[in-house]
């Protein structure tokens, strides 16, 4: 690679742009990269993709960090070579371009105009490197940064079709991977509403028609669903005519409509849609010449296609071209390729299908041959072995019955001599025949020694058992246990004597392999198979043990191989268990076992090399149970087991991810990969595997607790009520392939009070941590609305609605609301405006929420819509929303439990805006509601008149939301203005001095502080049931009752305060007995510096300003006062609307201390 100087010194750059700087040649070299690339489209000339890249890396590293285009220029240069790599497949270039990508991402966070574009340039990247790697993690990256895109892109976002497109094809790709049904489905719905945005006429309209054809396909071949097989044929004509001679797609779309009406035939058998399929085959194969990398499917296709011709039709000719099509497929690919066993095992069948016709003995023994090859490829495990091994099996019936000296094959079972005469068809009669061959061969090698016939005989023997094995593999054991006691049934009893010859053979080995390493790896072959259909309990596992342990320690002596030796030590000590001291093979055991131990304890060193990489595994194990203990801590302490429907505790949990095929493939690539590595790979799979979903419903009758379901798996309980309920949850969390679910009916053991409490606490945490959060909505019918469902309506779905990141609702009948395919319904704009004429919650707060005490009144506002079944609870599903960890008390007074909660509130934050409410006030204390309805919005206060002939001011904001539009006014507009201009005495007023604030243990409850010294009064808080609260004081000098009407009851008073307009307000009781008892009363405005910005600013608030704000109405809160220098709040079930008399009346206006009870 040129360096940056080379770059923007070549002589015909500099003899261009003699004149420009290095900054301005950077700018020119990005623009002929772009040109570059441009060109690189048009004519696919690869120099012009390569000198863009050299530009844009000289470019990039005249980008110091920090600079704003930086991230730009990452995102072109992973462009490009991720173009470099499509055209010329190296892979270094796809790993730096996902490098970049990932760079260019994290400087584009959220908010950022070109987020999207990184997301989705990133996810492409990282679906090629799946699609190149197999790598899993790579395509659940893909699909999680595409998801992230889409959220980016609503509806009318011009690539939103793209952003669905990209998704449905990498969830395609997963359903290929995993199987997983609800990858397909959701593919599927992807791919329709691509569809939709690429109306007739969009230029990648015909990739989103083949596609969900694609899709539709492995629907039908999922769920054999005919109307998504004939839909998928209708997309892929459409698409056909999109592509017409001469497009690039073309092929693709000839072939894909191919492969579904083959489809087609084979499930109705329209001979015109086999024609049809041949036909275009046929047209596909010529658009894809030899150079093609798709010329292999389609000779394979067509030779396929052939075949069913020739089967339906008799047509030599058909089955003559598939042989030579399928030849032609298998000289195109190269061995291991994962489609190499499909070529090779229909060659086969095509040729065995030519023998059954012409008899030529050349292509059975070609037939046999290519089925061993595709046997081989196709190991136990494999989904087409079963194909392949009833195919060879048969083949070779048909081989060793055309041998001269087969003819008349003895039989030691008469059951098996019609399965002789004619060929075998079923399973059971051709592993019967292939033993009674393997009979017949083992005797002729007796008599001739030939090597041949030995292999044959190991051969037929293992197709034989393995055409036997029940397919489920839990009746594996079942199926062995019957065969090792040899039951009545004459295909048992046939079998087992089918393992004994294979004893017999491995014993065979044994004897031979004193000289050669070959046999003695057959031996070990042989003696393990024959150990596993001898288990516990059959009279001849000791033997077979012994013979094993003996194989092992003989290739010990030749290779030394430790591992092998401690295996053959443990098999030998359970075959001495096995035995008596009276029985003959005790003693040969013993000797046996005695002198392994002497061979370890003598090659000790040896032996002890591989145990250091054992200690190392298990220092790994040791390592992820660590961690994995570590990330269930912030989870719940149970969950339920989606796939199993068992709740498991924390150490059920991780025993079930140790038996995983996750951890096994973790453990795998922790003993191999970088340490550095190691526990961000841990970290991260086990995140992924312990993902939980959360439900959040109405309560019910009959809803299952902990003691309901522990110990029984739920789906086993019956369906009614809260069972179903929590069954149909549990299901939908297994739907969307999340294996843990958490329910707040059964998963806490409501008995134990530290358990409850601790569960409050952590709650809104759990939510938020939670994978998904599953909405069930029991009063809203699927044709419904959910704005008057009563899950609004109560206490703890607040928090539930607030936490989670990623929320969906289900109806009634468990259907996704509106039938919403979105991944998280809180991306759905509809769904927002919903929530928020149900919730009056802004969008803001629905998507975004942070726990904690800002917006305090707000969140009170929230919750007073709401109830709860015991009301203290109303109070206890708020501590988590304001982030508090307080005592849970059930059976205290609910108005304690809210009070506790809005002492905490005032104490940590000093939020004066919870004093803001109209109500009776609690017995806890004078300044709380004893309900949290006050909270609710508060009425507009009735019109007043003064008494000097001025109109009060009505329909007035309350005091703290004046306050709160000040604070806005001062961080937004104002500030600037107030910090460019200097402290001259040309300033208008004089500043509003600015101290540090003091400690609460400082204050002074007499002391007094000026309108000039406001920013110097401490916060308020709260103190041993007192509320020690800075109030701007006016004292109450006259309250004269005007009228009353005892039957309402109403009394109207008119009231005087220092420094107020007088003021009139009607009250349900007398007000005068009150203040006659206890004293001059004072109407207050709850005072806190905080209120007019942060504390940094506080020196640039004007006298202008204060007063502009303090001279307009606010709410007031009258104060009686008691002994000991307290006082308490009356008449707090109306406002009190009150405002300064004029200027002079503010300036003089004192801040006093009150202690409130």
């Not at 726990?851 to 969140?859: F, H, N």
């Amino acid at each position: 690679m040129a360096s940056t100087d080379d770059t923007f010194h070549e002589p015909a750059f500099v003899e261009r742009y003699p004149l420009l700087s290095r900054g301005d040649r950077n700018v020119v070299a990005y623009g002929m990269a772009e040109t570059l690339v441009d060109r690189f489209q048009k004519e696919r000339e690869v120099d012009d993709l390569n000198e863009a890249i050299t530009l844009h890396r000289a470019t990039l590293e005249l980008q110091q960090i920090g600079n704003h285009k930086r991230s730009s220029t990452l995102n072109d240069l992973a462009v490009c070579l991720s173009m470099r790599y499509d055209n010329q497949g190296v892979i270094a270039d796809l790993e730096e371009a996902v490098t970049l990508g990932r760079a260019a991402l994290e400087l584009r966070p959220p908010g950022h105009l070109d987020r999207g574009a990184s997301l989705s340039n990133l996810a492409g990247d990282l679906r090629k490197k799946f699609q190149k790697h197999a790598d899993l993690y790579s395509l659940d990256e893909a699909i999680k940064l595409l998801r992230g895109a889409l959220e980016l892109r609503p509806l009318g976002h011009p690539d939103r079709s793209e952003s669905l497109h990209s998704l449905a094809v990498c969830l395609s790709m997963r359903f290929e991977n995993q199987g997983v049904i609800a990858d397909l489905k959701e593919a599927v719905t992807l791919g329709r509403a691509a569809l939709e945005l690429r109306p007739p006429g969009h230029f990648d309209r015909g990739a989103s028609l083949s596609n969900l054809a694609g899709d539709l396909r492995k629907s039908f071949q999922k769920q054999a669903d005919l109307y998504s097989l004939d839909e998928a044929i209708k997309l892929l004509r459409g698409a056909l005519e999109l592509h017409p001679p001469g497009h690039p797609d073309r092929s693709e779309s000839l072939h894909s409509l191919a492969v579904c009406l083959s489809m087609r035939y084979d499930n109705q058998g329209v001979v015109a849609d086999l024609e049809e399929a041949v036909a275009l085959g046929r047209a596909a194969l010529e658009l894809r010449p030899p150079t093609h990398p798709d010329r292999g499917v389609s000779l394979y296709n067509l030779a396929y296609n052939l075949r069913k011709r020739f089967q339906k039709q008799a047509d030599l000719d058909n089955l003559d071209e598939a042989v030579a099509l399928l030849r032609a497929a298998l000289e195109l690919r190269s061995f291991g390729r994962p489609d190499r066993s499909e070529l090779l095992h229909t060659l086969a069948v095509c040729l065995s299908d030519r023998y059954d016709n012409q008899g030529v003995v050349a292509d059975l023994e070609e037939t046999v041959t290519l089925g061993r090859a595709a046997l081989e490829l196709r190991p136990p495990g494999h989904p087409e072995r079963d194909v392949s091994l009833y195919t060879l099996a048969r083949d070779l019936w048909t081989k060793f019955q055309k041998q001269p000296d087969m003819t008349g094959l003895p039989s030691t079972n008469s059951h098996h001599q019609t399965a002789l005469v004619d060929r075998p068809t079923s399973k059971a009669d051709l592993a019967s025949s292939l033993f009674e061959l393997s009979l017949h061969l083992w005797d002729r090698f007796q008599r001739q020694a030939t090597t041949i016939d030995l292999n044959e005989v190991i051969s037929l023997v293992l197709y034989a058992l393995e055409l036997r094995l029940p397919r489920n593999s839990q009746h594996d054991e079942a199926w062995v246990q019957r065969l090792a006691q040899k039951a009545d049934s004459d295909e048992l009893v046939m079998l087992g004597q089918a393992v004994d010859n294979l004893g017999a053979l491995a014993n065979y080995f044994i004897s031979e392999c004193e000289h050669a390493t070959v046999d003695l790896k057959e031996a070990i072959t042989l003696c393990r198979i024959v150990l596993q259909f001898r288990p516990t309990g059959h009279p001849s596992r000791a033997s077979s043990l012994h013979n094993l342990a003996q194989c092992l320690a003989d290739r010990f002596r030749q290779q030394l191989a430790a591992a092998g030796l401690d295996e053959a030590i443990a098999l030998e000590q359970e075959a001495l268990q096995l035995f008596t001291p009276e029985d003959p093979g005790y003693d040969i055991s013993r000797r046996c076992l005695t002198t392994y131990l002497q061979m370890k304890i003598r090659s000790g060193v040896a032996v002890a090399s591989p145990n250091a990489s054992l200690v190392t595994q298990f220092g790994v194990q040791q390592v992820i149970r660590d961690v994995a203990f570590e990330t269930l801590k912030t989870m719940p302490t149970r969950l339920l087991h989606t796939h199993t429907g068992a709740l498991c505790d924390q150490e059920t949990q991780i025993s079930h991810f140790m038996r995983s095929q996750q951890y096994k493939q973790l453990l795998s690539l922790c003993t191999t990969c970088n340490p550095a590595q190691r526990m961000e790979l841990i970290h991260t799979v086990l995140s992924r595997y312990f993902q939980f979903v959360m439900l959040s419903h109405r309560w019910g009758e009959a809803e299952p607790s902990l003691r309901d379901i522990e110990g029984r798996p739920i789906y086993d309980l019956p369906a009614k009520g809260g069972f179903r309920k929590l069954q149909a949850f549990s299901a939908a969390a297994c739907e969307r392939d999340y294996l843990w679910a958490w329910s707040d009916t059964c998963c806490i053991d409501r008995g134990n009070s530290a358990e409850l409490e601790e569960a409050i606490g952590s709650m809104f945490a759990w939510y938020r941590r939670s994978a998904l959060t599953i909405v069930y909505l029991s009063d809203v019918p699927d044709t419904g609305s959910f704005e008057s469902s009563e899950w609004f309506r109560r206490g703890w779905t607040l928090l539930e609605l607030l936490a989670p990141k990623h929320i969906q609702f289900y109806t009634q009948t468990w259907s996704p609301y509106k039938n919403l395919t979105s991944s998280n319904h809180k991306t759905d704009d509809t769904v927002l405006q919903e929530l928020e004429r149900a919730t009056g919650i802004e969008s803001e707060f629905l998507t975004n929420f942070s726990p904690g005490m800002d917006d305090a009144r707000w969140k009170l506002q929230w919750a007073s819509q709401r109830r709860t079944t015991r009301p203290e609870d109303i109070a206890y599903s708020l501590f988590g929303i304001f982030d508090l960890h307080l005592p849970v008390l059930y059976g205290e007074p609910a108005e304690n439990a809210l009070g506790r909660l809005l002492a905490e509130i005032i104490s940590r934050s000093g939020d004066i805006s919870v004093l803001d409410w109209v109500g009776e006030s609690s017995p806890y204390h004078s300044c709380f509601p004893v309900d949290i309805t006050s909270y609710r919005m508060l009425p507009l206060p009735p019109p007043q008149t003064d008494v000097e002939g001025e109109s009060a001011m009505n329909q007035q904001p309350t005091s703290f939301e004046v306050l709160r539009k000040l604070r806005g006014s001062l961080t937004t507009s104002a500030l600037p203005q107030f910090v460019s201009r200097s402290l001259t005495s040309s300033n208008i007023g004089h500043r509003v001095s600015a101290a540090r604030l003091r400690t609460p243990g400082l204050y002074a409850p007499n002391e007094a502080y000026d309108f000039h010294s406001l920013t110097r009064v401490p916060p308020p808080r709260f103190l041993n049931g007192r509320l020690i609260l800075p109030c701007i004081a006016h004292r109450v000098t006259v309250v004269q009752l005007k009228r009353a009407d005892p039957s309402a009851p109403r009394y109207t008073y008119k009231i005087h305060a220092s420094g107020l307009r007088p003021l009139e307000i009607a009250l349900p009781d007398r007000l005068e007995n009150q203040v006659r008892l206890q004293g001059a009363p004072q109407l207050v405005r709850p005072w806190h510096s905080k209120l007019l910005g942060p504390s940094a600013n506080l020196d640039t608030v004007t006298e202008e300003q204060l007063v502009s704000i303090l001279e307009r109405p606010f709410n007031a809160l009258l104060l009686i006062p008691l002994p000991h220098n307290e006082y308490k709040r009356i008449a707090s079930s109306i406002l009190f609307t009150a405002q300064p008399i004029n200027r002079a009346s503010i300036l003089k206006s004192k801040v006093r201390i009150f202690n409130i009870v």
